[in-house]
């Protein structure tokens, strides 16, 4: 693919439209930690919990469904899978006996680490254009993003940013969110 650096004359308009780049390296990586977790209970998103529970004290499974963003019906599941294999266990929360707090066990902590080594080199490939030092920038700023994001009510928040950048709407256009003409309810 050609970029604007090497049409200066003529830069084309998604060289610089960040949902284009973060679509391409995200589907880059999906593609790459899906390969290196393929063997992985659940796959990435098992991965991805037992990350949450390596990286903390035990919490409950509501807490880690609200960090990561999974439904806990999901989560769940999820667990189920990483408890099959003994890397997580769940025990009773002792301030709340209807709650359980999911713990890692050294079985998880070893498949945490083998399969990180894993995904750091998939990320060392993905980010080959970049200098060590433009590396460990660019994570610095996508973990600052990432935090601000998660931060904020992104349906509230995120539609008052662009409501403010978009021209006010003509009478004989629907309001920003309201039906399409010729969509019927109940088509999405």
């Known amino acids: 693919m050609t970029g604007a650096t090497d049409r200066p004359d003529r830069p084309d308009p998604l060289d610089d439209d960040l949902g284009w780049m973060l679509g391409i390296v995200f589907r ?9 977790l393929a063997d ?13 529970a390596v990286n903390g004290p ?9 960090e990561l963003g ?32 999911v713990d890692v ?7 945490w680490q ?17 200098t060590p030092a433009e590396s460990a920038t660019l994570r610095a700023l996508l973990q600052r993003v990432a935090c601000s994001t998660q931060a904020i009510d992104p349906l509230r928040d995120l539609c008052e940013v662009v409501a403010q950048v978009q021209p006010e709407s003509s009478p004989t256009e629907p309001p920003a969110g309201g039906r399409k003409a010729g969509r019927r309810r109940g088509a999405d």
């Open 70 to 101: 999974i439904d806990r019906t999901v989560l769940t599941y999820l667990i189920d899978d990483l408890e099959r294999p003994g890397f997580v266990a769940r025990r009773a929360d002792p301030a709340d006996r209807r709650s359980r707090l």
């Open 40 to 52: 992985f209970p659940a796959g990435p998103r098992g991965y991805q919990v037992l990350t949450a």
């Open 28 to 36: 880059g990586y999906v593609r790459a930690a899906e390969h290196a």
């Open 58 to 66: 035990a919490r409950n499974q509501g807490t880690i469904a609200e």
């Open 105 to 111: 066990t050294d079985a998880g902590r070893a498949a």
């Open 114 to 130: 083998q399969r990180r080594r894993a995904l750091r080199q998939v990320e060392s490939h993905l980010l080959g254009a970049l």
